[in-house]
């Protein structure tokens, strides 16, 4: 069971860090969530929406955008930084909103689905989302076959070079960074992409699940 006093305390902490990369492991793939978000989009909720940058980026497509996440410093980063005024801010756990059936025509997140429980937020998404709504997951997986230590293993190298290129230094975040980061990532457990399948298949079982480059899982579906 995640406990959520630790995870708004990890997150707190990251929200205080100097100098973040402008490239990293999430946002590389925004554009690529973005695809999914037809313009004129009604509404669309961001679970777990850290310092706003993927918030910001779906105001220019959705009418609204209502931005959650659990730790109070990323709400205030966001709401500073990454404001507009179809963009509404809620610091609080999602499992403790409530939204009507049928409300929302995208749900959104990045690496934050392996914080919650999984079959909750596919029977939410299934619930929520409008006819012809999306449910769009960007999260980590666990390796547990052949293909994932061989796809992500090579990741390395590629993750170097994206660094120079985007961030100019040969790693994503200086020592305290990393030092933060690692703390956090000791109370992390993720699913494989075995496991994340077999739950998809039994609430939304056309759900595309596809492995990503760096050490990351996309899940898309559209409620029909």
Not at 26 to 50: A, K, Q, S
Not at 85 to 99: A, H, K, S, T, V
Not at 103 to 114: F, K, M, V
């Given at each position: ?63 609204k955008v209502v931005a959650v996440d659990i730790a109070d410093k990323m709400i ?46 596919l029977k939410f998404a299934k619930d929520k989302l409008r006819f012809g709504g ?91």
């Open positions: 069971m995640e406990n959520y006093d630790i995870v708004k305390k990890d997150f707190n902490e990251i929200a205080g860090l100097d100098n973040e990369p402008k490239w990293n492991h999430n946002n590389c793939y925004f554009p690529y969530l973005l695809r999914y978000v037809p313009t004129g989009t009604e509404t669309c909720l961001d679970i777990g929406c850290g310092k706003g940058e993927l918030s910001v980026l779906l105001s220019k497509t959705a009418k205030e980063y966001a709401r500073a930084n990454n404001a507009a005024e179809n963009i509404e801010y809620i610091c609080g756990n999602i499992l403790d909103m409530d939204y009507a059936s049928s409300s929302l025509d995208i749900i959104i997140s990045t690496a934050t689905a392996h914080h919650l429980p999984y079959d909750w937020l999306k449910l769009l997951l960007l999260d980590l997986a666990k390796a547990d076959s052949l293909a994932d230590y061989l796809i992500w293993g090579f990741a390395a190298l590629p993750n170097v070079i994206m660094n120079v290129f985007k961030n100019g230094k040969l790693h994503k975040d200086d020592l305290h960074a990393t030092e933060v980061w690692r703390r956090h990532e000791e109370h992390d457990s993720y699913m494989t992409l075995k496991e994340i399948r077999s739950l998809a298949a039994q609430y939304i079982p056309d759900a595309e699940v596809k492995r990503k480059l760096f050490w990351r899982y996309s899940l898309i579906w559209e409620k029909k």
